[in-house]
Structures are given as structure tokens and as C-alpha cells.
Nanobody, 123 residues
Framework: VQLQASGGGLVQAGGSLRLSCAAS????????MGWFRQAPGKEREFVAA????????VNADSVKGRFTISRDNIQNTVYLQMNSLKPEDTAVYYC?????????????????WGQGTLVTVSS
């Protein structure tokens, strides 16, 4: 499956952004979808994931109550709504797709990766 992430940009602390990830190539609804992020000099870290149906989601502790993952299996798109953004949320955000195993919260759980979209939060 091919993944194309978009929606990043520059936002002030406390603001909001919505990231999108469009999938193509295979049956989107067969895949767990997740978002990861990587800040300069740091390892890629898990942000959020949604099960193949969208019925289950899981978030990293650092984004609970602020970020929401969702998916549209008709539009073959997964979203990450990010509210109350903080400077420490600054990173390149990657969407990823993996086989239907749950929960999927590590890089090794995913087979397909998008190209990343940069989110910069200014203080």
C-alpha cells in the first residue's frame, strides 16, 4: 500500500492542525493504521493507532486528551487531529500501515510508511 501524508505546517503553541494520510494500492480496511513522529536527533516514536475498522484506538501518553486518530475506509484516509499543540510536538509525522494485529504501537508492527509531513509548533 502507498501512503501519502499531508497537513503539516507551522502553528503557534495552543493551536491545532489536522494531518491526513491517503492510502492507495491495496484494501485499506485490512490494515491497522498508525501515526509516528520523529524529532531531530531522536528516535521515531509512536503517537496513535486505529484498528482496521476504526473501532479501537490507542494513543501515546504524551498526546492523550489532545490528539485524536480516525479513519475513513470509504475515502481510504486516516487522520490525526492535533489540538493544544506544544513546542515539544515539533517533529516530522509519519503515517504507517500494518497487518491486523492489535495493539500496534511499535515501529516493527508496521510494514508500510508514508513520506512524512513536518509539524512545527512555535512558543
Amino acid at each position: 500500500v502507498q501512503l501519502q501524508a499531508s497537513g503539516g505546517g507551522l502553528v503557534q503553541a495552543g493551536g491545532s492542525l489536522r494531518l491526513s494520510c491517503a492510502a492507495s494500492g491495496r484494501t485499506f480496511s485490512n490494515y491497522v493504521m498508525g501515526w509516528f513522529r520523529q524529532a531531530p536527533g531522536k528516535e521515531r516514536e509512536f503517537v496513535a493507532a486505529t484498528s482496521w475498522s476504526g473501532g479501537s484506538t490507542v494513543n501515546a501518553d504524551s498526546v492523550k486528551g489532545r490528539f485524536t486518530i480516525s479513519r475513513d475506509n470509504i475515502q481510504n484516509t486516516v487522520y490525526l487531529q492535533m489540538n493544544s499543540l506544544k513546542p515539544e510536538d515539533t517533529a516530522v509525522y509519519y503515517c504507517a500501515g500494518g497487518p491486523p494485529s492489535w495493539p500496534a504501537t511499535t515501529v516493527r508492527d508496521y510494514d508500510y510508511w508514508g513520506q512524512g509531513t513536518l509539524v512545527t509548533v512555535s512558543s
